[in-house]
């Protein structure tokens, strides 16, 4: 089992950055991959980003490639996700979630963060 506990979100104008972090405990990063995911009001979960279990590969939702970036370090057992150019489309609440096996289908994350307010004004 792992805890997981998303900090960073904010309100941000439109072009603007942010950068979240996911903080884990009760067990080790290195047993799973990790995903960031979205949801914004009256929409479904959707994926945004995963980095495998040892960083070696990631992986972006297409809205979003080019302008976030996924990283780890298992050392500190914390994930970020550094978001640039954001737009209004982007404001959703942020989860990260920890996965068995790579996958971009919600449904396999089988633990999850309480989430995290990313709000982009236009």
């Known amino acids: 089992q792992v805890q997981l506990v998303e900090s960073g979100g904010g309100l941000v104008q439109s072009g603007g950055s942010l950068r979240l972090s996911c903080a884990a405990s009760?067990?080790?990063?290195?047993?799973?991959?990790i995903g960031w995911l979205r949801q914004a009001p009256g929409k479904e979960r959707e994926f945004v980003a995963r980095?495998?279990?040892?960083?070696?590969?990631?992986d972006y939702a297409d809205s979003v490639k080019g302008r976030f970036t996924i990283s780890r370090d298992n050392g500190q057992n914390t994930v970020w996700l550094q978001m640039s150019s954001l737009k209004p489309e982007d404001t959703a609440v942020y989860y990260c979630?920890?996965?068995?096996?790579?996958?971009?289908?919600?449904?396999?994350?089988?633990?999850w963060g309480q989430g995290t307010q990313v709000t982009v004004s236009s």
């Open positions: 979630g920890a996965a068995r096996v790579p996958s971009s289908n919600p449904k396999l994350y089988i633990y």
């Open positions: 009760g067990s080790t990063f290195s047993s799973y991959t």
């Open positions: 980095i495998s279990r040892y960083g070696g590969s990631t």
